[in-house]
């Protein structure tokens, strides 16, 4: 038989998944806290990050020709392992070989001219992190967030990659599928991407409170040059007021000891801060905790609601009292 009459033999999607997921298994053993990518449905990304992510990578002419021939590999679960970390992915890819190849993808810090001209275009226009995550914006801002070359997503400047494979081609269908690898992983969870381009998003929260702040002071200056009521205090400085409204007396009812004790058995013994302002209560929680404390935690803890925390954690980052440890969790200094 001639060289150039040979063909490799034909592999069907069931063939290529079903040795995905044996390797998947066999790799678990070593490491079981392996991420592969799993994309259910037919499409490979639903949210806005998600998909604002791989629509980046199909608008440029140096992929639009070569990604595609990772959609079909990043759909049959090829990708047995995907971490992002700060301005690093790093993936395992199934191919032909028994051993899956190791892709690295790079992507460059975002400019700090590029990340300064969008926290400004922020300003009062985002109301909360949750928002942001889920992609619930103005349309203005996400126009700002993707303009080519200018917005939050890499241009293929910024991106540069290699793969272990012996394929010469410039982007090989293991890197490809490792892109869009990136986008299903987006899907689960939007902060990653933040961390991979090393910028901080509640930069772009803490200029909405600012703005907000600024509105309630001019606000309250209007309102008298003297006194500012007790909810705008609340809201500027985060400080819950006690009631210094007229006090009611009662009369006092005697109880014997029996009722007494009884009453002291049915009624839970609460822990309250109420004497300590909301900044402390925040500080308190942090440095009781040895290994760092997330939002989840001191929202749990303090009763605050989120917008509330991260006002605190942002005020009291730039103070130097806390700091992070990790992604979204803090300790003190």
């Known amino acids: 038989m001639r060289d150039w ?41 639903t949210t806005w990050w998600g998909k604002s992510w791989n629509v980046n990578l199909e608008r440029y002419a140096d992929y639009e020709n070569r990604i595609g021939r990772g959609r079909s590999y990043v759909r049959h679960g090829t990708v047995l392992d995907l971490r992002i970390e700060q301005g690093q992915v790093t993936s395992l890819v199934q191919g032909t070989a028994s051993k899956p190849y190791s892709v690295v993808v790079t992507i460059k810090e975002l400019p700090a001219n590029i ?30 967030f993707t303009a080519q070359g200018k917005g939050l997503f890499p241009s293929p400047e910024e991106i540069s990659f ?36 090393k910028i901080e998003m509640n930069d772009l929260i803490s200029r909405a409170v600012e703005d907000k702040t600024r509105k309630l002071l001019t606000k309250a200056r209007r309102k ?27 009369t006092r009812k005697v109880k014997s000891k029996t009722q007494a004790k009884k009453t002291a058995a049915e009624k839970p013994v609460k822990v309250t ?8 209560v925040v500080v308190e929680i942090i440095k009781n905790s040895k290994e760092g404390v997330g939002i989840a935690t001191l929202k ?12 605190l954690v942002h005020r009291l980052k730039k103070q130097g009292r806390i700091k992070n440890v990790s992604w979204g969790v803090y300790a003190g200094v």
Not at 169 to 195: E, N, Q, W
Not at 228 to 246: C, K, N, Q
């Open 5 to 45: 009459d040979y063909f490799p033999r034909y592999v069907s999607v069931a063939e290529k998944r079903a040795k995905a997921e044996k390797k998947i298994k066999q790799l678990r053993k070593k490491n079981p806290n392996i991420e592969p990518v799993v994309i259910e449905g037919r499409a490979i990304a």
């Open 273 to 280: 801060r109420v004497d300590m302002p909301p900044i402390e």
């Open 162 to 197: 290699s793969c272990s494979c012996p394929d010469w081609a410039y982007m090989c269908k293991h890197v490809a599928a490792t892109l869009y690898g990136i986008g299903a992983r987006l899907d689960k969870d939007p902060s990653l991407f933040f961390k991979l381009r």
């Open 115 to 144: 990340w300064k001209k969008i926290t400004v275009a922020c300003e009062g226009k985002l109301d909360s992190l949750q928002e942001l995550l889920m992609g619930k914006f103005p349309k203005a801002l996400n126009e700002i």
């Open 224 to 250: 008298s040059s003297r006194v500012i009521d007790d909810s705008s205090l609340s809201d500027v400085f985060g400080i819950d007021l006690e009631d210094t409204g007229p006090v009611k007396t009662k």
């Open 300 to 311: 749990r803890k303090s009763d605050f609601d989120e917008k509330k925390i991260y006002s």
